[in-house]
């Protein structure tokens, strides 16, 4: 089931749901790709009418961050949770792990996609790592012939929004991939160059605090995220002074 949070229609599901629906997705033999927007993302794509089509137009449309829940049940429309990104994508190589599917691993700086393929490899032996290449490229003709001779099931792509969504949403069904993730800096937090916050702070829905706290150069971007939750609010209360309205009538 869809709920449209501010223009994006996200799908409401438990990370559970998440998983098996994911796993379905792989199970099939065609190209998938899946989003996991934030509050940025909603804000980005209010100016980007492009990179909003490209994530209502995605196969499974995940709420990653603590502020699209909260916007949703402020608008009336609450969703059953968030699923963060690197959750769903963790449920992933798990699937994938246990049918010995390929991996390909795109974007971050040089070398970090190598490491991170390393890690995962160890972590999910039944994995078989076909590739990777970092974002730093400007040819993406060049790099989706790359990824395709590598023939991979399941590919993560890590080249932050709204440039690795559009890349997918372009390029994915050329991969022979059967499902592509868009998942921003996730790679560095496989390759052990990022620390996840602890997961008191993860159960609290503070991740972004925690980020703020280790990267405070992230401020002038975070101080903006409150908008989604006005904005949800304004969005609620023109949908009541309709209803009224329609009620007087």
């Not at 989003?35 to 089509?53: H, K, Q, S, W, Y």
Request: hydrophobic share 45%; aromatic share 8%; proline share 4%.
């Amino acid at each position: 089931m869809k709920k449209e949070v501010l223009g994006i229609s996200f799908d409401d599901l438990t990370r559970e749901e998440a998983a098996q629906a994911g796993a379905a997705l792989l199970e099939e033999d065609r190209f998938h790709y899946v989003v996991t927007p934030n509050p940025e993302f909603i804000l980005a794509a209010e100016r980007d009418g492009e990179f909003r089509r490209v994530l209502n137009e995605a196969d499974l449309v995940l709420a990653d961050g603590i502020g699209v829940v909260y916007s949703a049940k402020i608008q009336g429309t609450p969703l059953k949770g968030r699923v963060p990104g690197i959750e769903f994508a963790a449920d992933m190589l798990a699937c994938l792990n246990e049918r010995g599917g390929r991996l390909y691993l795109l974007g971050a700086k040089p070398g970090v996609a190598e490491e991170a393929g390393r890690r995962l490899v160890e972590r999910y032996p039944g994995i078989i790592l076909c590739g990777t290449q970092d974002g730093y490229f400007r040819d993406e003709e060049a790099v989706l012939l790359k990824v395709a001779a590598a023939r991979p099931d399941l590919l993560f792509v890590c080249l932050g929004a709204p440039k690795q969504e559009k890349w997918m949403a372009r390029w994915g069904k050329h991969t022979g991939a059967r499902m592509a993730i868009g998942l921003g800096g996730v790679l560095d937090v496989f390759a052990g160059k990022v620390e996840r916050a602890p997961e008191t702070w993860q159960k609290l829905g503070l991740e972004w605090a925690y980020r703020l706290k280790k990267e405070p150069q992230r401020a002038g971007r975070m101080v903006r995220l409150p908008l989604v939750l006005v904005k949800a609010a304004g969005k609620r209360m023109k949908r009541r002074g309709r209803s009224a309205g329609g009620a007087a009538l």
